[in-house]
């Protein structure tokens, strides 16, 4: 295209406030999983048992790549007061110690809940229950946080905006659903409620100081959207290896 038929720069639109680029980023919580047709019909007491541990095991794979996404959000930060508050996320799903004792872990909770569905430790953790495409959808989240600016990774944790509210609604309706499931493996829920409101806290703060341009703005909600993509295909991708069962 010849420079003089070239279409005129448009001008920049002004930045949102700190409030309004805020009220934008919580108003992606409808692309939630929380509303995911199988989400939804799980709450609802829906799905057979066979359905539920093929979901604790496709799951269990996202939860140990957690404390590795977060360990590489973490290898790029170069400020100690950031890495300080972000290596809390990392003991809460790693644990410290073994996992017998008291702050064995969300990767170690998430384990129990695995048992109280009727899935043995060694075969959850053998992975060979995970889709393919759940690892995929997985993988790519933890390459992104690996390469991406550490201020986007970051961004791309907002969904914690949203995670109290899907265990909350686990541990409302799970007990009257599905009461074969003993109640100490529904800990992970309830220990993620306080955890994710902490984490929240500080990964909006980094937003909201870093992207400052409405450019920019767009760009974060553009990583928040790909991060709830990832979660939306993972749930996608159980669906379909329930129906294959």
Sequence with gaps: MDIATSPAPQPSLPAWSAQEFEAQLR???????????????????????????????????????IPRKDAAILANMPDRAHRRLW???????DGQGDHQGGNAGGIEAWTRLGQAVGIERED???????????????????????????????CSSLTEMFAPQIHKDRLATWPGHYPW???????????????????????????????????AQQRALDILQFKLDVLWSMLDAIEKACHEL
């Design 27 to 65: 108003d992606k919580g409808a692309a939630y999983h929380i509303h995911h047709p199988f989400n939804v019909r799980m709450n609802a007491g829906g799905c057979t048992p066979d359905e539920l541990r093929c979901w604790v095991a496709n799951r269990f794979y996202y939860q140990i790549c």
């Design 87 to 93: 290596v809390e996320r990392i003991l809460d799903h």
């Design 124 to 154: 959850l953790w053998s992975l060979r229950r995970v889709a393919p495409a759940v690892r995929f959808a997985c993988d790519a989240y933890v390459n992104f946080a690996a390469r991406a600016p550490w201020q986007e990774a970051v």
């Design 181 to 215: 499931i003993e109640a100490e493996g529904l800990h992970y829920f309830r220990s993620r409620i306080p955890l994710a409101s902490r984490d929240v806290e500080h990964g909006l703060r980094v937003t909201l100081e870093h992207f400052t341009t409405r450019a």
